[in-house]
């Protein structure tokens, strides 16, 4: 894991549900990266879900009931709000003009913003934001502060990276509704 991205997801249900994002990610291929996510960058954090992240080449191929599992990166990266705390500003700005037309499915798999001690219940689809004002400004200067990150020093840093408009399917919940698991019983197959 050799990409350190942080930034917010909220519930794909329910918006007003804001979870910092501490991923770690490794490149497997031009197309597609694979992310472990932490609620925080230290030794006590707890591994809080995944994220897939592909190219919009491949978000092209998905069937429509996939495409609404995944949202895109296109604000995130564009609006400064995603950010690579510890590298140059150069390197960052690089990385997310790639970045800025990448799709990602995310699952948490811990719901921390409940105050759960323990991993419960179901994974849960996650979201990212899309445009201003639909996360508090105060997450993000708090964030911004804990890391040493500059949100709109990074916005402006981004400024000339092309606001790509997002593929079709993507960002579900804009729609008004969204998939989200539960959970039901079937039957076991293949007992022995």
Same mark, same amino acid.
């Given at each position: ?19 910092? =994002? ?17 609620? =925080?960058?230290? &030794? ?21 009931? &996939? ?8 604000? &995130?990266?564009?609006? #400064?709000?995603? =950010?690579?705390? @510890? ?27 409940? @105050?759960?001690?323990?991993?419960? #219940? ?19 200067? &708090? ?50």
């Amino acid at each position: 894991m050799n990409l350190y991205l942080n930034g917010f997801h909220f519930y794909a249900d329910d918006m007003g549900r804001p979870v910092e =994002a501490h991923h770690f990610c490794t490149h497997l291929t031009e197309d597609f990266h694979q992310c472990i996510i932490f609620d =925080a960058n230290n &030794e006590q954090a707890r591994l809080i879900g995944i994220e897939y992240i592909i190219s919009e080449r491949l978000f092209e191929q998905l069937p429509d009931d &996939e495409r609404q599992l995944w949202h895109s990166h296109a604000y &995130e990266t564009t609006s #400064g709000l995603l =950010a690579m705390p @510890g590298i140059p500003d150069a390197v960052e700005t690089v990385a997310m003009r790639s970045l800025a037309t990448t799709y990602g499915k995310t699952w948490h798999t811990w719901q921390i913003d409940r @105050g759960d001690t323990l991993p419960f #219940g179901i994974p849960q689809l996650m979201m990212g934001y899309t445009r201003d004002g639909q996360l508090d400004p105060a997450l993000i200067a &708090e964030r911004d502060r804990n890391l040493r990150v500059s949100t709109s020093d990074n916005r402006r840093a981004r400024a000339d990276i092309p606001v790509p408009t997002p593929a079709r399917g993507a960002n579900a919940w804009e729609r008004g509704d969204t998939p989200q698991l539960t959970v039901h019983h079937v039957p076991t197959q293949n007992r022995r």
